[in-house]
T-cell receptor, first 115, second 112 residues
Framework: GAVVSQHPSWVICKSGTSVKIECRSL??????MFWYRQFPKQSLMLMAT?????????EQGVEKDKFLINHASLTLSTLTVTSAHPEDSSFYIC???????????FGPGTRLTVT | EDQVTQSPEALRLQEGESSSLNCSYT??????LFWYRQDPGKGPEFLFT?????EEKEKERLKATLTKKESFLHITAPKPEDSATYLC?????????????WGAGTKLIIKP
């Protein structure tokens, strides 16, 4: 149980284009979803928290107009990186909680490379 | 300020050599302490949640313990497949969004 999927697992895009990453909870309803960014050999950096049907809450320093988050249903959240630049290249990971437990369950991550 | 510190940064062991990883924390009201395992290029895999001092949980060769100031992840007779980065995180009771405060991780390498 508690499986989270992400799609795509990796993506390469050109500078200036937008990329959408999907995060799905496969066997539970995710009341809260989280988006993280991870740089090589570093720990997880929380970007934003989203509750189903509400606007996402962004961490300080994260541009909400650049990283658009939508949590339209209890099983799906999307992260869109708009007008991507090479400095946006990173490993993006989502996680989800069910509301009945405190643990976060993580997706496998998406490797984004902007050329 | 809520904070999590993990030590050591890296640990190299021979197969079968038992050891412990440390997670020290300061948080205003602990809701839970979490251990995760992360393999390179993958998302973290949930291992344990500990809620109160004195609590212990086990899974295969891993055992997690909790005091009021720190948690230990004991690994008994490790195998090469236990090699990974182990992450510790805490959740404050006051946080209605269930956010996690992360340590930097301990990279564990088990040599055959």
């Amino acid at each position: 149980g508690a499986v989270v999927s992400q799609h795509p697992s990796w993506v390469i895009c050109k500078s200036g284009t937008s990329v959408k990453i999907e995060c799905r909870s496969l066997d539970f309803q995710a009341t809260t979803m989280f988006w993280y960014r991870q740089f090589p050999k570093q720990s997880l950096m929380l970007m934003a928290t989203s509750n189903e049907g509400s606007k996402a809450t962004y961490e300080q320093g994260v541009e909400k107009d650049k990283f658009l988050i939508n949590h339209a249903s209890l099983t799906l959240s999307t992260l869109t990186v708009t007008s991507a630049h090479p400095e946006d290249s990173s490993f993006y990971i989502c996680s989800a909680t069910s509301g009945s437990a405190y643990e976060q369950y993580f997706g496998p991550g998406t490797r984004l490379t902007v050329t | 300020e809520d904070q999590v510190t993990q030590s050591p940064e890296a640990l190299r062991l021979q197969e079968g050599e038992s050891s412990s990883l440390n997670c020290s924390y300061t948080v205003s009201g602990l809701r839970g302490l979490f251990w995760y395992r992360q393999d390179p290029g993958k998302g973290p895999e949930f291992l344990f949640t500990l809620y109160s001092a004195g609590e212990e949980k086990e899974k295969e060769r891993l055992k997690a313990t909790l005091t009021k100031k720190e948690s230990f992840l004991h690994i008994t007779a490790p195998k090469p497949e236990d090699s990974a980065t182990y992450l510790c995180a805490v959740q404050a009771a006051r946080d209605s969004n269930y956010q996690l405060i992360w340590g930097a991780g301990t990279k564990l390498i088990i040599k055959p």
